[in-house]
T-cell receptor, first 114, second 115 residues
Framework: DAGITQSPRHKVTETGTPVTLRCHQT?????MYWYRQDPGHGLRLIHY???????DKGEVSDGYSVSRSKTEDFLLTLESATSSQTSVYFC?????????????FGAGSRLTVL | AQSVTQLGSHVSVSEGALVLLRCNYS??????LFWYVQYPNQGLQLLLK??????LVKGINGFEAEFKKSETSFHLTKPSAHMSDAAEYFC?????????????FGTGTRLTVIP
């Protein structure tokens, strides 16, 4: 996981509370991604960023927002957490966005919403 | 749109036995195909990828995969399993086009290696 740090690594919260997950990279990569990993679903893209202040939605973006004010930081916010958002969240980075793109993943953030 | 099907959510093999993890894809255009591995409490890391050219692709840790267009498959193999191979493996497909939203993962196969 060299070059990518996710925080917090574990979080337990209650339904209706806001939650922010942080992804920090030291690789100066342009592209950053947030995925969620759930049993039986594999990894699904939530949001991604292609530059500072440039973001777009992924496959499962409802209930999530993101922000990228600096190249190195990509924040994922759950405005009002629900139990269905209990998951493991992975940040990933890549220098380019092409079909042969290889992603480098962080270690994950395990979120439990009670 | 692209999609990936991984047959078998759990596979168990004995140490030293052949590892075969199955992946079939659906794509309307020539695909780019990937295998990622996830060790416990870690993020995913790339094992190997196919883009163009030779259909047999070799990756890290002795793994290889063969792209078979006629069978729309990209199965992952390793001749002899090692205890350290115990992990979850994900197949992924891209349509090769520019765009960050074009990579789709399978549901994963958890490999257990029995001593």
């Amino acid at each position: 996981d060299a070059g990518i740090t996710q925080s917090p690594r574990h979080k337990v919260t209650e339904t209706g509370t806001p939650v922010t997950l942080r992804c920090h990279q030291t690789e100066n990569h342009r592209y950053m991604y947030w995925y969620r990993q759930d049993p039986g679903h594999g990894l699904r893209l939530i949001h991604y960023s292609y530059g500072v202040k440039d973001t777009d939605k992924g496959e499962v973006s409802d209930g999530y927002s993101v922000s990228r004010s600096k190249t190195e930081d990509f924040l994922l916010t759950l405005e009002s957490a629900t139990s269905s958002q209990t998951s493991v969240y992975f940040c990933a980075i890549s220098p380019v966005s092409s079909g042969a793109n290889v992603l480098t993943f962080g270690a994950g953030s395990r979120l439990t919403v009670l | 749109a692209q999609s990936v099907t991984q047959l078998g959510s759990h596979v168990s093999v004995s140490e030293g036995a052949l590892v075969l993890l199955r992946c079939n894809y659906s794509s309307s255009v020539p695909p780019y195909l990937f295998w990622y591995v996830q060790y416990p409490n870690q993020g995913l890391q790339l094992l190997l990828k196919y883009t163009t050219g030779a259909t047999l692709v070799k990756g890290i840790n002795g793994f290889e995969a063969e792209f078979k267009k006629s069978e729309t498959s990209f199965h992952l193999t390793k001749p002899s399993a090692h205890m350290s191979d115990a992990a979850e493996y994900f197949c992924a497909v891209s349509d090769g086009q520019t765009g960050a939203n074009n990579l789709f993962f399978g549901t994963g196969t958890r490999l257990t290696v029995i001593p």
